[in-house]
């Protein structure tokens, strides 16, 4: 965020993060199920590695979302950083054409991280 870049008030952001997880809630459950359960084993799995990672690592695993779920992968990396598996460590441009090189987020498993890593990290 810039200094030039509004603040929304306090009420209004928590609504809006609640209306985020809402949503990411509904896409997990109406994804195929074992699409998610492959696709939680893929994170768990490039977590542990120590590696840095983005979605295109899992969904070269785990395929697509089913049904044209395409929030599922999404909803997926935000459920295992908000149970602090994983957290965000950077950003790199898409590798797929569909993806028009827009910005994917770059991840790192917390369990293979120091004290200072996490610390930088989750600022």
Do not use: C, Y
């Not at 949503?23 to 998610?36: H, L, P, Y």
């Not at 598996?85 to 987020?105: C, E, F, Y």
């Amino acid at each position: 965020m810039t200094p030039d870049t509004p603040q929304l008030p306090f009420n209004e952001r928590a609504e809006g993060e609640q209306l985020k997880q809402e949503g990411m809630d509904r896409v997990s459950a109406n994804v195929d199920a074992e699409w998610r359960k492959r696709a939680d084993e893929a994170i768990r799995h490039l977590a542990l590695s120590g590696k840095r990672f983005t979605a295109d690592d899992v969904r070269h695993e785990v395929g697509d979302p089913p049904s044209g779920k395409v929030n599922a992968m999404g909803a997926r990396f935000s459920a295992a950083a908000k149970a602090e598996h994983i957290v965000a460590v950077g950003s790199a441009l898409g590798t797929r054409k569909q993806q028009h090189a827009r910005r994917l987020t770059v991840w790192k498993g917390t369990g293979t991280m120091t004290e200072a890593e996490l610390a930088e990290a989750w600022g």
